[in-house]
């Protein structure tokens, strides 16, 4: 994400304990918090949007959901 999208991205924080990841961003001027848990087959993300990023969130999903799969596709 930092490697693709740091120029949009400001202040990105993340923490990592074991297999989950809590992180802080803004985007667009917009504080953005979340976590993703790793799993054996899955990686579960929940995102915080505030209102005015809230409005975009079905392309964001989809967006993610898509760059997701690419990164974890076995090459």
Same mark, same amino acid.
């Given at each position: 994400?930092?490697q693709?999208?740091g120029?949009?991205?400001t202040? @990105?924080? &993340?923490?990592?304990?074991g =297999?989950?990841? &809590?992180?802080?961003l $803004? $985007?667009?001027?917009?504080? !953005?918090t979340?976590h *993703? !848990? @790793? %799993? $054996? &087959?899955?990686?579960? *993300?929940e !995102?915080?949007?505030?209102?005015?990023? $809230?409005m975009?969130a =079905? %392309?964001a999903?989809?967006?993610?959901? %898509?760059?997701?799969? *690419?990164?974890?596709? %076995?090459?």
């Amino acid at each position: 994400l930092k490697q693709q999208f740091g120029q949009h991205l400001t202040a @990105v924080q &993340d923490t990592w304990s074991g =297999d989950r990841m &809590d992180f802080r961003l $803004a $985007a667009m001027g917009q504080q !953005v918090t979340g976590h *993703l !848990v @790793v %799993k $054996a &087959d899955t990686v579960d *993300l929940e !995102v915080n949007l505030p209102f005015l990023l $809230a409005m975009m969130a =079905d %392309k964001a999903k989809t967006f993610i959901q %898509k760059q997701g799969h *690419l990164m974890l596709e %076995k090459k």
